[in-house]
């Protein structure tokens, strides 16, 4: 493996090489930035254009735009509060309001550092670990998905700190727009209203965009006073080394979030926007001082953009040992390699090993790269905005939306979806319902409701249903997980009931 | 200000007039290729595969989207009210676009509203079990079903699908009863299966190829044996009188004209038999099949005729 | 119409939202009306707690200025009417042509007289046009199309 790996770093920074990832970087964070455009997306109009280069070229490409997008995300989610990709969703919890105050770029060197830290530890753990955790992950059956959603749902208390209730209801909501479509099980059609395309159920990212982006700029535009400024910007000398600092300060935040990450990219059909918002959960959890969450706190988007940056090389690991995708990208990757005739598994680190190794050796560059054209693409973006008076950004945005939408899978319907979800999710916001815990119910519902009927069913063969829920081993861990997160939000939510005497 | 509006406007009209092309012969602009799917399923790789002899032939760009959502039903119900100009062709797949609109009430489409242009790849469905499973045979597969009723899982992909349906058969002409259990697609059912979640497995060619090391398939539901996995036999030669499988073809939309039609059918004839492109299918699993227009379209008539048959049977219609 | 009246009103609706959810899961099979049935349900019942909280006068949230709230339901509501008009031309004049007419539109209901509002209109339609021409021809997303042009 050793001499793979020299040969590969020798291969990788070829001027060739490195050229594919500084554009894969760019491209990858530009399309991550916008709303509606996903990595996915991005990875699947290139796969065509990599068929007549040669693999491990075409390869770096790709996994150059995969890292740069899930990074990309981030941006759009700091400045306008919308998740360019789903995996950034957790970082607009603390992005945007830091944005408010002023702190963009401070928030934005943050979310650089965290994912270039998290992706590298992820790709570590490509590199030495992959085969026994690919392996592990196959261990994660309907049972373990069910339990898993469930943990996810728990973390609308992190999300919801001063009013639980309402985040329930919202999660409710949530859950219950993921049922609208075709059930997974008796393929019964539900809740369409009679329309073919709610057939396929409320189309997630158009309905990301609708709930994050448009309630803010509809905000935006009747806030704007007198003065015509968007977002306040406080130029900082050296943040980038008080940033590093500050992080370094608190190593484990960021051990923790990467470690969330790469795990749960490995899980097939868990990807990137789980991780940031396990990741995110947990580092509240793990705070003292809980309060600064939500309100502008730099740990929370080095939580999320650790932890969805590491969920790259993590989703990879059992798509290349196995063949099985952890997450959508990787499915899509999983493509690209069929189609130069290589087949994932264990032929791939040997027989192909030069191709595989020159992959990995080049998402470690990529990750690095994320640094210098992640800070200064984030500046440039940052400091267009801000010449810009609300009159003129408000309509960009929303026109930005519209096409972000539409282009996602050229349907007018989503359109609709988005513009429609916006104005619910504004209307919504006025009577305390945040948009949060409603995303999370429909991200998590499908996971949900597939973990629960498969495992009914697996429990009526094996004529336990008790049984297959609560009797094996990783399900328990998840169980006990969810109840911890249980317990620290009842504690918080005692301890804010408590007045304090000053 | 209206002024600079109206001059706006006019700018924003020329952007038009960049993208129009004189109206000539067939094809004279790009022509989308539709996956009802996911990016990144075999429908996606096989496209992927066809796409620069598609080029070639027809002369213009073909850009693949993904239009997925309902098993496939979302992209076949919008081409099903599309124009019949021929810019774009979606993937079509039996015997989902039978099946759906049967069972489905309303399922946005009906099987004669999409126009088949050509039918490219067979996929035989398999029934697999694990690697160190203590049966060995599909005969001794059905014994243990037998004597223990729903006991035995079998992981598949999608609900009223070609899997489903091959369960159904199975159980119904043996007289058992299986707990199928369906995941929402092909590569979470196969690791259903590989985790050991369920004791056997409905799957494509392909899947059981890729991951032949690790199972041991028990029938394959092409109608010789198939090359790829030569000791596996055939549930006809077992005397189980089905065949299961998955045909992957395109279509348009209903009201096409015949001459758009036979031109797709030629670039669609040219990738198909491409030396290249079929050994490359063959060896990831798939079976190479030469249907144009007319054979699919009557293909698609017996098979409606055949499944309507026996979902009735079943009572599932 | 004071935060305290909408929270009722919106608890009432998703209420009766929760409770159409519930019965019109009899007419699916067992496994498939299983889950949206039980989250119906404690939608139902967090609802309930929320709407009986509203009646606590503890819990209640203060009402704002009424003529502050005019201006600014005023104000949203034209946002919200130009936002729909905006979506709706789109399959009738074609993405470019809605979304000039709803980039002026816009910015013109929300900010008309302000100072600086011409010139934006003009910086964002021609950022409006940037992208456009950036997704049609470098990515070629195919927009919907004016009706006389498809």
């Known amino acids: ?502 | ?317 | 119409m004071n935060r305290t009246v909408s929270e009722r009103l919106a608890a009432i609706v998703i209420l009766a939202l929760g409770g159409y959810w519930f019965f019109e899961s009899f007419r699916f099979g067992e496994l498939s009306a299983l889950f949206p049935r039980i989250i119906a349900v404690a939608l139902m019942v967090f609802t309930t707690i929320w709407l009986a909280q509203s009646f606590n006068r503890q819990w209640s949230v203060q009402p704002t200025d009424r003529a502050t709230n005019r201006r600014a339901a005023r104000q949203s509501l034209s946002l919200i009417v130009a936002l729909l008009a905006w979506t709706a031309l789109v399959p009738w004049i074609g993405l470019l042509y809605a979304s000039t007419l709803g980039v002026t539109g816009l910015t013109l209901a929300s900010f008309w007289g302000k100072e600086g509002t011409r010139r934006s209109v003009v910086v964002a339609l021609v950022v409006v046009m940037v992208f456009y021409a950036a997704f049609r021809f470098l990515i070629r997303v195919p927009f919907p199309l004016p009706i006389w042009m498809q």
């Open chain 1, 1 to 502: 493996m050793v001499e793979h790996l020299l040969t590969a770093l020798a291969t990788a920074t070829s001027p060739l090489s490195l050229l594919l990832v500084a554009c894969g970087v760019c491209a990858g964070i530009v399309v991550g930035a916008l709303p509606g455009l996903t990595a996915t997306m991005a990875i699947a109009l290139l796969v065509p254009f990599t068929f007549s280069m040669q693999p491990v070229h075409g390869l770096v490409l790709l996994g150059s735009i995969y890292t740069g997008a899930i990074y990309g995300g981030s941006f759009s989610a700091i400045l306008i509060n919308t998740p360019g990709t789903p995996s950034a969703i957790a970082t607009t919890f603390d992005g945007f309001p830091l944005a408010r105050k002023g702190e963009s770029y401070r928030a934005i060197v943050t979310a650089t550092v965290a994912s270039v830290v998290g992706g590298l530890i992820g790709v570590l753990f490509l590199i030495f670990l992959a085969p026994p955790l690919a392996r592990a992950s196959l261990r994660f059956g309907p049972p373990e998905y069910f339990w898993l959603a469930i943990f996810g749902l728990t973390i609308i208390a992190a999300v919801s700190p001063r009013n639980t209730l309402k985040g329930l209801i919202g999660g409710a909501i949530g859950l219950l727009v993921s049922t609208i479509g075709i059930a997974p099980i008796e393929g019964a059609v539900r809740y369409t209203f009679r329309s073919i395309s709610l057939q396929g159920g409320v189309a997630l990212v158009p309905s990301l965009i609708g709930f994050f982006c448009i309630p803010e700029v509809l905000r935006m535009v009747y806030e704007s006073g007198s003065v015509a400024q968007v977002l306040p910007y406080k130029r900082q000398r050296n943040m980038l080394q008080r940033v590093t600092l500050a992080l370094v300060r608190k190593p484990w935040l960021l051990i923790r979030s990467a470690l969330i990450g790469t795990l749960v990219g490995i899980i097939p059909g868990a990807g990137g926007n789980i991780a940031g918002l396990v990741a995110y959960n947990e580092a509240v959890r793990a705070d003292k001082n809980k309060g600064k969450y939500g309100k502008g706190a730099i740990e929370g988007v080095a939580a999320s953009e650790a932890a969805n940056n590491a969920s790259v090389p993590g989703a990879l690991i059992p798509m290349m040992t196995l063949g099985v995708p952890g997450a959508p990208p990787a499915a899509v990757l999983f493509g690209a390699l069929l189609l130069h005739g290589i087949r994932p598994g264990a032929e791939l680190f040997t027989v192909y090993g030069r191709i595989a190794y020159g992959f990995i050796a080049a998402l470690v560059l990529a990750n690095i790269a994320l640094l210098p054209f992640g800070l200064l693409l984030g500046r440039a973006i940052s400091r267009i905005m801000m010449r810009l008076r609300v009159q003129a950004l408000a309509p960009i945005i929303i026109f930005l939306s519209m096409v972000g939408s539409y282009a996602l899978a050229n349907n007018l319907a989503d359109l609709y979806t988005m513009v429609g979800v916006g104005l619910v999710a504004y209307l919504l916001r006025g009577v305390g319902l945040a948009a949060g815990p409603i995303v999370l119910g429909m991200i998590l519902g499908p996971m949900a409701e597939q973990g629960l009927l498969q495992s009914i069913l697996m429990g009526r063969a094996a004529g336990s249903i008790v049984g297959v829920f609560f009797t094996r081993p990783i399900s328990l861990l998840l169980i006990i997980l969810t109840v911890l997160s249980v317990l620290t939000a009842i504690v918080v939510e005692r301890k804010a009931l408590i007045p304090r005497t000053e």
């Open chain 2, 1 to 317: 200000m209206i002024k600079l509006v109206l001059i706006m406007l006019a700018a924003a009209g020329s952007l038009f007039a960049a993208g129009q092309a004189e109206p000539t012969a067939y094809p004279n602009r790009p022509v989308a290729y539709v996956i009802p799917f996911d990016p990144g399923g075999q429908s996606d790789v096989t496209a992927l595969y066809q796409k620069p002899i598609l080029e070639r032939v027809l002369g213009v760009t073909v850009t693949i989207r993904h239009q997925p959502g309902a098993g496939g039903a979302v992209a076949w119900s919008t081409i099903a009210r599309g124009r019949g100009d021929g810019y774009t062709v979606v993937g079509s797949n039996v015997p989902h676009i039978i099946i759906q609109p049967l069972v489905r009430g309303d399922a946005g489409y009906t099987t004669e509203q999409l126009k088949p242009v050509y039918l490219f790849q067979t996929t035989p469905i398999g029934l697999a079990v694990a690697k160190d499973s203590p049966i060995n045979s599909l005969d001794e597969f059905i014994a243990f079903a037998r004597a223990n009723p729903e006991r035995m899982t079998i992981s598949g992909s999608g609900t009223h699908s070609g899997h489903h349906l091959a369960v159904l058969q199975l159980q119904h002409m043996t007289g058992t009863t299986f707990t199928y259990i369906p995941a929402t697609g092909a590569a979470p059912s196969v690791t259903n299966f590989l985790g050991g979640h369920t004791m056997a497995l409905m799957a494509n060619s392909d899947d059981l190829v890729t991951h032949a090391a690790e199972l041991k398939v028990l029938a394959i539901g092409s109608p010789e044996r198939f090359p790829p996995l030569p000791n596996a036999p055939t549930f006809l030669e077992l005397g189980y009188r089905m065949t299961a499988g998955i045909d992957r073809g395109v279509s348009v939309a209903p009201d096409t004209p015949d001459a758009i039609v036979a031109a797709l059918e030629r670039a669609f004839d040219a990738a198909t038999r491409d030396p290249e492109l079929r050994s490359t299918m063959e060896g990831l699993g798939f079976v190479t099949r030469t249907m144009g227009s007319r054979e699919y379209g009557e293909y698609l008539r017996a098979k409606k005729q055949e499944i309507e048959t026996v979902l009735r049977e079943l009572g599932e219609i």
